[in-house]
Nanobody, 122 residues
């Protein structure tokens, strides 16, 4: 099992940037990592995912070109760099992990963090 702790959320103006971090502990070797988000009244949705060796990355269409997922396996940390933020990016952002290849569907992930709030002001 993998334990995940997110950080880096906060209040930011539209057009601004934030970098989220997710610190992992436990059995992290060869795990794919992903970010999901959940806005008030909406279902949790996929944002980005990355393979163990960073060779493969995937993004939701809504964030493509604005967000970048990366990881530092030496630090057991995955990042989500968010640029050109929009009010619709307001959500709780969750980090998730799974053994093997990255997937975009929520049901493929079995370890989750508690989430970090990102709020955009217009």
């Amino acid at each position: 099992q993998v334990q995940l702790v997110e950080s880096g959320g906060g209040l930011v103006q539209a057009g601004g940037s934030l970098r989220l971090s997710c610190a992992a502990s436990g059995r992290t070797f060869r795990t794919a990592m992903a970010w999901f988000r959940q806005a008030p009244g909406k279902e949790r949705e996929f944002v980005a995912a990355i393979s163990w060796n960073s060779g493969s990355t995937y993004y939701a269409d809504s964030v493509k070109g604005r967000f970048t997922i990366s990881r530092d396996n030496a630090k057991n940390t995955v990042y989500l760099q968010m640029n050109s933020l929009k009010p619709e990016d307001t959500a709780v952002y969750y980090c998730a992990s799974r053994d093997g290849a990255p997937y975009v569907h929520i049901d493929n992930y079995n370890s989750w963090g508690e989430g970090t709030q990102v709020t955009l002001s217009s």
